[in-house]
């Protein structure tokens, strides 16, 4: 099992930032990637960016050249680092792990279970 927790959002002017993290714990050994999701109000939840256990970087082209992903894996900590706000990036951003299951002495990365974080409210004022 895997808990997530995210830091506090915040309200921002538009043209501002913001840092979010993210704080796992539990039994990591086996992440396959971390990633954070967003759901605007009224819409559904639409994916963010994601780093996967080799560093490697994702994002959905509406963040691109504006929030940056990293990782500390000595803290089993993710971070979006968020500039350039818009008030479209209004939104609960959820914050989510993919797990492979540990079997036969190897991280299964065919079997992924995700877990979520309980999300953080970003406000971007215009």
């Known amino acids: 099992q895997v808990q997530l927790m995210e830091s506090a959002g915040g309200s921002v002017q538009a043209g501002g930032s913001l840092r979010l993290s993210c704080v796992a714990s539990?039994?990591?050994?086996?992440?396959?990637?971390m990633s954070w999701y967003r759901q605007p109000p009224g819409k559904e939840r639409e994916f963010v960016s994601t780093?996967?256990?080799?560093?490697?970087?994702t994002y959905a082209d509406f963040v691109k050249g504006r929030f940056t992903i990293s990782q500390d894996n000595a803290k089993n900590t993710v971070y979006l680092q968020m500039n350039s706000l818009k008030p479209e990036d209004t939104a609960m951003y959820y914050c989510k792990t993919s797990l492979a299951e540990y079997s036969g002495g190897y991280c299964r990365i065919d079997l992924l279970t995700d877990y979520w974080g309980e999300g953080t409210l970003v406000t971007v004022s215009s």
């Open positions: 780093i996967d256990s080799h560093g490697s970087t």
């Open positions: 539990g039994d990591t050994y086996c992440s396959y990637d």
